[in-house]
C-alpha cells in the first residue's frame, strides 16, 4: 500500500470526486468581471452557538444569505430559529429584491432552493403571473456540484465576515463540534454549564451582534481585491440599470400562492407549524355555487397568517383581504356569539339584495314554448341592465363577483 501512488489510492477511497480535490488546480474566476447584482450567490449558515427563543427554549439560529458576486456584500438576509426551508429562502431573496431584480442566482443544490416556491417566485420577479406565463426569460438560476463548497466563495465570506468576528467576542452558548476528544468535551462542559446558569443570550440580542459584525464587514477593505464592500456595492447600484419594484409589490409578490376553491365563503390551506388555516370573507359568499365552487389564487405570509389575499384567478386582481376564521373555546360565550352574529350578518345582506331584485324583476308565470328560454334570457339581460342596487359598496361587490362567477 506505501507503494500504491496517493492519486491511486484517492480514487480507491473516494472516487473521482476524492480525486477532483486532490489533483485538479481550482478554477479561479474574476469576480469583477461582474457587474453588481449580475449574479447573487445564496447559501444556508448554522451559527456556532446555542441562543433561547421567547419561551425560553435553546436553539440554534440560522441565515440564508445571499451575496453579490463582484462587491461581497451581503443584499439579503433573512434569520430563523431552527432548520432553513423555502421560505427563509425567498424572504432572503426579497431583501436583496430591494435593492433591484437580479440576472442570475447561484445556489446550493438543495431541495428549498429546488422547489416549486422558488420557481414560481423566479416567474413572478421576471413579470409572470403565478399561474400563467407571458413570457419566456425567467432570473436565472444555477445550482452548485454536490460537495464542492469551493465554488460558493460565500463559505469562505462567512467564515472571515461573522464565525472568526464571533469568536472573538466570547458568547456564551458556543456549540460547535471539534475534532478532539478533548477540546469537544471542554466545549460541551461550557455549553452545560451556561445553560444552567441561564448565560444564554436571547436571539434577539444574538442577531443585534451580528449585524454589527457584518456592518464592519461590509466596510472594511479587501486586502486582496482592493474594495470595500459597502461602496463596490452602492456604486455599482447606481450605475446598473435595475428593474425596481415599489416595497409594497415586492411584499405581495414573494407571498407563496396556491390555487384553492371556495367553500362556505372561505378558503382554506394547510400551513407547516399553523395547521389548517381558513379565511373568510364575505366577498367570497358570492362565489358559492351548488355542485359548482370558483376557484382562486390565494396569497399568504406563511410566517404570520393573520390574513390571506384571495385574487382572481385569471386576471390576478384583488377580489377581497380574507380574515382568520380560527377555531374558538367552545365554553367562550363571547367568542362564540361573536361568530354568529358575523354569520347572521352576511345572510342579512343577501336577504336584503334578494329583497330588492325581487321587489324590481315583478316576475310574471310564462306558459311553455319553445320560446321559454329566449323570453326568460332577455329579461335577465334587462334585468342586469334596469336594475341598480343602490347599497353600501360591499353588497355592490357581491353582485358583480356573482353575476361573473355565474357568466365564466
Not at 56 to 63: A, F, L, Q
Not at 385 to 395: C, F, T, Y
Request: net charge positive; charged share 30%; hydrophobic share 40%.
Amino acid at each position: 500500500m506505501r507503494q500504491v501512488p496517493p492519486a491511486v489510492r484517492s480514487v480507491a477511497t473516494g472516487g473521482r470526486r476524492a480525486l477532483e480535490a486532490l489533483v485538479t488546480p481550482p478554477v479561479l474566476r474574476d469576480f469583477s468581471a461582474y457587474h453588481v447584482h449580475e449574479m447573487l450567490v445564496g447559501d444556508q449558515h448554522i451559527f456556532d452557538y446555542i441562543v433561547l427563543d421567547d419561551d425560553g427554549n435553546p436553539v440554534r439560529p440560522e441565515i440564508f444569505a445571499w451575496g453579490d458576486f463582484r462587491s461581497r456584500y451581503f443584499s439579503g438576509l433573512w434569520p430563523v430559529l431552527g432548520p432553513y426551508d423555502k421560505w427563509s429562502v425567498g424572504f432572503a431573496l426579497r431583501e436583496a429584491c430591494r435593492w433591484g431584480i437580479p440576472k442570475n442566482l447561484y445556489n446550493d443544490n438543495g431541495k428549498p432552493e429546488r422547489s416549486h416556491y422558488m420557481a414560481t417566485l423566479r416567474q413572478q420577479l421576471s413579470g409572470y403571473t403565478a399561474f400563467r406565463r407571458w413570457g419566456k426569460d425567467d432570473v436565472g438560476q444555477h445550482f452548485a456540484r454536490p460537495r464542492n463548497a469551493q465554488a460558493k466563495p460565500i463559505e469562505s465570506w462567512f467564515f472571515h465576515a461573522v464565525e472568526r468576528p464571533l469568536m472573538q467576542k466570547d458568547i456564551p452558548g458556543y456549540a460547535r463540534r471539534d475534532g478532539d476528544e478533548k477540546t469537544n468535551d471542554l466545549i460541551q462542559e461550557l455549553l452545560r454549564d451556561a445553560t444552567r446558569k441561564k448565560k444564554l443570550w436571547h436571539f434577539r440580542d444574538f442577531f443585534e451582534v451580528f449585524l454589527g459584525v457584518l456592518d464592519r464587514w461590509h466596510r472594511h477593505r479587501m486586502s486582496e481585491a482592493g474594495i470595500v464592500p459597502r461602496e463596490e456595492f452602492l456604486a455599482g447600484i447606481a450605475e446598473a440599470p435595475l428593474v425596481k419594484l415599489t416595497d409594497q409589490t415586492l411584499d405581495f409578490l414573494i407571498f407563496p400562492s396556491e390555487s384553492r376553491l371556495v367553500r362556505d365563503s372561505s378558503v382554506r390551506l394547510k400551513l407547516p407549524g399553523w395547521g389548517v388555516c381558513t379565511w373568510y370573507a364575505p366577498e367570497l359568499s358570492a362565489l358559492c355555487a351548488r355542485g359548482r365552487r370558483q376557484r382562486v389564487e390565494v396569497k399568504y405570509n406563511p410566517y404570520d397568517p393573520a390574513s390571506a389575499y384571495v385574487l382572481d384567478k385569471e386576471s390576478s386582481e384583488l377580489i377581497c383581504i380574507a380574515e382568520r376564521w380560527e377555531k374558538i373555546d367552545p365554553k367562550d360565550g363571547t367568542a362564540l356569539g361573536r361568530k354568529i352574529r358575523r354569520q347572521r350578518q352576511l345572510i342579512g345582506w343577501w336577504m336584503e339584495i334578494a329583497a330588492d331584485l325581487s321587489s324590481r324583476a315583478e316576475a310574471k308565470p310564462v306558459k311553455l314554448s319553445p320560446y321559454t328560454a329566449a323570453a326568460q334570457a332577455a329579461a335577465q339581460k334587462r334585468l342586469k341592465e334596469d336594475v341598480a342596487i343602490d347599497r353600501a359598496a360591499l353588497q355592490a361587490r357581491l353582485i358583480e363577483l356573482a353575476q361573473a362567477a355565474k357568466e365564466a
